[in-house]
């Protein structure tokens, strides 16, 4: 039966600078692939809040941070002042004026953290990663946060109350 050379027997058959130049190249071309999914932004239908909301969501659009833990935001396509990106891998997005998502309903404190004074409700977006939504406040506004964007869930949080809470007034 005849011997088919294996994949290093091939590699080894090349000239040498072929042979020294094939890592780098592969190297290269997978941070290349890497760096056009960072770089292409997420498409988000955005919500349609009423006008009072509206607002409220586009004052929340100029105070957000531009960056999140490193992060610099994308905003996703098409562009709209009710939801922002972050170009964590996947991305974490954010949307303003969302309807009451049912989960609230269920148990609103069994899964209630608090961050910086300001209350989510969460839940598994069915991924692996976590929404999060505001509660108590004037508007319901949603971050989505991707399985494998940061090693703990809840930390981009943290960088993005301090604009939910200058700008969307606390009550119901």
């Known amino acids: 039966m005849p011997r088919f050379p294996g994949p290093s027997a091939r590699l080894m058959s090349l000239p040498a600078p072929l042979r020294w ?3 780098p190249v592969a190297l290269l071309g997978g941070i290349a692939l890497l760096l056009v999914d960072w770089s292409t932004p997420p498409n988000v239908t955005p919500p349609t809040p009423a006008p009072a909301v509206a607002k409220i969501c586009a004052a929340l659009d ?3 941070p531009d960056t999140v833990l490193g992060h610099k935001r994308q905003d996703p396509k098409p562009d709209s002042p009710y939801t922002a ?3 964590s891998s996947p991305h974490t ?3 303003c004026g969302i309807d009451r998502p049912g989960y609230l309903d269920d148990d609103p404190t069994a899964s209630a953290p608090e961050v910086n004074d300001v209350q989510f409700g969460m839940a598994p ?4 990663g ?12 949603e971050i989505t946060v991707p399985q494998g964007a940061y090693s703990n869930y809840i ?4 960088s993005l109350t301090d604009a939910i809470k200058s700008t969307v007034p606390d009550g119901l």
Do not use: C, E, I, M
């Not at 976590?130 to 506004?141: D, H, M, P, S």
């Not at 930390?155 to 943290?158: A, K, N, R």
């Open 93 to 95: 997005v954010l949307k």
């Open 62 to 64: 100029k105070a957000l």
């Open 125 to 128: 977006d069915g991924h692996g």
């Open 85 to 87: 990106a972050w170009n």
């Open 155 to 158: 930390d981009p949080l943290s």
């Open 130 to 141: 976590y929404r999060f939504v505001t509660t108590l406040r004037k508007a319901y506004v």
């Open 21 to 23: 130049a094939a890592p």
